[in-house]
């Protein structure tokens, strides 16, 4: 399924089942994609995550029926996925800026939210510089940490920067990078969408293992809560993430969606994706994005 025909079966999906007990997991099921890597794409490209779009649709629908029929609140409550009318009073009047009772007077104002719709516009025109890398298989040393999958592009959300925090903090990064030769001290930021149904997914700050990583006795550092992440060979698509701090990065990931996806005869695939935060950058590089691909059969 291409890459535009996914995100409309997406929407189709949650159109036809408002009524029933879905969220973002049971989408991803039906578009055939992991839950981490479905959150990521349609948060980036709806600017909303999944569940948020099913939550405002199904809000929007209750506005309209409380206005236009005779139904009671409670119906509309319970018809609309709330267990109690109290929950939903709380939700409808943070969406519409009226309570429901409120809603049942003509004249009242309300908030109608659209189902969205996937459209051709012209885009492009601008350059947008990239490298395809092949690699091997690969094995990092890293600490690692489960992190929920609505964390993903949430505005505001610093979970993973304060991870970061905390290693440096803690002086655990400073333990792995020192297993580097002097000029290969480059950082990991390990990233994997591979767990099939689950609502989490791994976040991990390493080293790469190769000859210039000097690991004396591996079961001594395992024992200190690192872990080995083993990783297949792949193809990568590299980009380079210019700008002051992680912001830059979810802009790139925007752009590889929006612009590089659909020019290209390459589709994402299920494997980890990463960040190499170099010992030695070029003058504002932030990192390189390295985003595992396929060419499209």
Not at 92 to 105: D, E, M, N, Y
Not at 143 to 161: L, M, Q, T, W, Y
Not at 186 to 200: A, F, Q, R, V
Not at 267 to 276: A, C, F, L, M, P
Request: hydrophobic share 35%; charged share 30%.
């Amino acid at each position: 399924m291409s890459f535009g025909k996914s995100l409309q079966g997406a929407i189709d999906y949650m159109e036809s089942h408002l009524l029933e007990k879905i969220n973002y997991e049971d989408v991803a099921k039906e578009v055939y994609m992991s839950c981490y890597n479905f959150h990521r794409i349609f948060s980036l490209m709806a600017g909303m995550t999944a569940n948020e779009y099913i939550r405002n649709r199904r809000l929007s629908l209750a506005g309209q029926e409380l206005q236009l029929t005779d139904s009671k609140i409670i119906e509309v409550a319970y018809k609309y996925g709330y267990e109690t009318p109290e929950s939903f009073a709380k939700a409808f009047s943070r969406f519409h800026g009226v309570s429901p009772k409120l809603a049942k007077r003509k004249g009242t104002q309300l908030c109608l939210f659209n189902p969205l719709a996937i459209k051709i516009i012209l885009e492009g025109g601008s350059t947008m510089n990239y490298r395809i890398e092949e690699t091997g298989k690969q094995r990092f040393i890293a600490k690692v940490r489960a992190f929920s999958n609505e964390i993903i592009n949430e505005a505001g959300n610093h979970d993973i920067p304060d991870f970061w925090g905390e290693c440096h903090k803690e002086h655990l990064v400073d333990e792995i990078r020192n297993l580097r030769r002097d000029g290969k001290k480059d950082l990991y930021g390990l990233c994997s969408p591979t767990k099939e149904n689950e609502i989490t997914f791994d976040y991990g700050i390493g080293v790469i293992i190769d000859e210039d990583t000097n690991i004396d006795n591996e079961e001594a550092i395992l024992k200190k809560g690192y872990r080995i992440w083993e990783v297949d060979s792949a193809t990568y698509v590299v980009f380079k993430c210019y700008g002051n701090n992680g912001d830059c990065i979810s802009e790139m990931w925007s752009r590889f969606f929006k612009e590089f996806l659909p020019q290209s005869d390459y589709e994402q695939t299920e494997d980890t994706d990463y960040e190499i935060y170099p010992e030695e950058g070029e003058p504002g590089l932030f990192c390189e994005l390295w985003i595992p691909i396929k060419r499209v059969s």
